[in-house]
C-alpha cells in the first residue's frame, strides 16, 4: 500500500506539473525571442533622429558607432539616393556598415515603408524604414543572432525542472509519511487478529492516542470494530466455558448414583473393572471443571508427548473386561515396544476410548475385534478393526454430530478422534477391515514432518504370533 500511494502521488505530481510547467516553459522561449525583437527595434529607431538630420556617410557612420548594435557590427544603415539622381523611391544608395539582408527585402522595405524581418545566415535581420525627407527612404538593418532569441530559455527550462522535481519530492514526502501511517495502522490491525487467533483475548487495539494520529477514520473504525469483536469473543468464551462447568456439574448426581451401586457389588473382577471406570470417570468430570473454571491465562503448562504403546495397552486392557462378559473375543498387537507420539496421554486415552466404544456401541455382542500399533520413521497408526457390518457412509460418519448409533449415541467420537489426529498434521480414516470384514478406524498421528504420505498398507500384519483372545 506504502508503495502504491508513493507511485500514485509521483504520476499525480508528474502530470501537473507537465500540465503546468510545459506552457510555462514555451510561455519564456516565446518571451526571449519577442523581447531580442524589441531591443532591435529600440536599436533602429535611436538613429531614426540622425537620419532625420542627415544622410551625410560620415555622419552616419558615426551615429551607427555610436550604438550598441552597430559598434558590435550588427547593424547597417541602407542610404537612398543622392538628390537629383533618378531613384525608385527606395534606398538606392550606399551602405553604411555590414548588411546582410537581401537588396530585394530592402527595396521592398524602403518601398513599401514598413517593417518587418527577414531570415538571414546566423539569426534574422530587422529592416526598419525611416524617411528622410520627401519621397526618400533609407532603411536600418539590424541584424539578430540566433543565440538572442534563445538567451536566458536553457536556465529557465533547468529552473522549471527543478521545480517539478521538487513539487515531485515533496509529494512523495508527503505520500510516504501518509502511506507510512496508513501501512502502521493495518500492521497493528493484522498482527493483533493474529494474536486474538493464537489465543491471546486480552490483545486491543489503540484508536485515540498520538499511536493513532494521521491514520485513516476507516482503519480508526476498524480497529474499534476489533476492539468490540475480541470483547464479544472474551465474553462468549466466558460464557461457553461456565456453561461447560455447569453441564459437567450435572453429572455428579448420576455419578454418586454409579459409585453408590458400584460400592455394593462385592468381590470380582468386573466388580473392580466398574468401581474403576466410576473413579475415573469422577475423575474426568473434576477435571472437566476445574479446566472450565479456570481462566485460559492461568492455566498450567502441559507437557505434550506420551507412550502411545503404553496408553492403547492399559485402555485395551480397560475394554477386555466388558469384552468377556459379553463374549467378545480381542486382539492386541504391534503395541510390545514403546512408541512415542506428541499428544498428551489423557487425549489419546480418550481416542482410544472413543474408537472402542464406538466398537462395543455399533455392534452386535460377541462380535470380534483387534487393535493395531503400526510404528514408522514418521508416524504411528492404531487400526482399529470389528468384524461387524461395518460403515454405510463413511463420510457421513466423519462429520460433526451426525452419529445415529442410538440412545447415548451423540455422533462427536469419531469427530474428537480426528481433532487429535489433524493437531500432529495427521488424519483418520474409515474403511473396511481386510481380516475381520467389517468396519475398520485408521488413526495416524504424525511425529515427524517428513512424513508425506501414509505407509503401506501391507504393514499391518498380526506380529509376534498374536492371537484372537477371549
Known sequence: MRWALIKAAVAGTT???????????????????????????????????ALAIT?????????????????????????????????????????????????????TAGGQGRSFTVAVPGGYA?????????????????????????????????VLSAVALGLVAISVLVADRMGGRIVASARRLAAA???????NLAVRLPVTGKQVDGSPEE????????????????????????????????????LTVLRLNAASLGDGDAADATRHAVAQLEREVDQIIRSARRA?????????????AEV??????????????????????????????????????????????NVFRHTAVGTAFSVDVLATDCSVIVL???????????????????????????????????????STGGDLALGRSAVLGGAETRLRLRTRAEDDAPPARSGRRRSRGASFQK
Open 15 to 49: 502530470m501537473v506539473a507537465l500540465a503546468f510547467l510545459i506552457p510555462l516553459g514555451l510561455m519564456v522561449q516565446q518571451t526571449a525571442r519577442d523581447r531580442a525583437f524589441t531591443a532591435a527595434e529600440r536599436q533602429a529607431a535611436a538613429l531614426g533622429p
Open 219 to 254: 482503519l480508526r473504525e476498524a480497529a474499534q470494530a476489533f476492539n468490540t469483536m475480541a470483547d464479544r469473543v472474551v465474553k462468549l468464551v466466558a460464557a461457553e466455558r461456565e456453561l461447560a462447568a455447569d453441564l459437567s456439574h450435572r453429572l455428579r448426581t448420576p
Open 384 to 422: 482399529v478393526g470389528d468384524a461387524g457390518p461395518g460403515y454405510s457412509d463413511p463420510a457421513a460418519a466423519l462429520r460433526r454430530g451426525e452419529g445415529h448409533g442410538g440412545e447415548g449415541s451423540t455422533g462427536l467420537g469419531l469427530d474428537i478422534v480426528r481433532k487429535l489426529a489433524e
Open 312 to 357: 492403547i495397552r492399559e485402555r485395551v486392557g480397560f475394554w477386555s473386561a466388558l469384552a468377556e462378559d459379553e463374549g467378545r473375543r480381542w486382539q492386541l498387537a504391534g503395541a510390545e515396544r514403546a512408541v512415542p507420539v506428541p499428544v498428551q496421554r489423557a487425549d489419546l486415552a480418550a481416542a482410544v476410548d472413543a474408537l472402542l466404544g
Open 55 to 107: 544622410i551625410d556617410q560620415d555622419a552616419v557612420d558615426r551615429a551607427l558607432a555610436s550604438t550598441d548594435a552597430g559598434a558590435q557590427g550588427r547593424m547597417a544603415v541602407h542610404l537612398p539616393a543622392p538628390t537629383g539622381a533618378p531613384t525608385g523611391g527606395g534606398p538606392d544608395g550606399p551602405t553604411i556598415g555590414e548588411g546582410r539582408a537581401a537588396l530585394g527585402d530592402v527595396a
Open 296 to 308: 485460559p491465562e492461568d492455566a498450567p503448562a502441559v507437557a505434550v508427548g506420551c507412550d502411545a
Open 126 to 158: 530587422l529592416l526598419q524604414p525611416v524617411a528622410v525627407d520627401t519621397g526618400r527612404t533609407a532603411v536600418v538593418e539590424v541584424f539578430v543572432a540566433e543565440s538572442d532569441l534563445t538567451r536566458g530559455v536553457p536556465t529557465a527550462w533547468l
Open 193 to 199: 487478529a493474529r494474536s486474538l487467533g493464537a489465543g
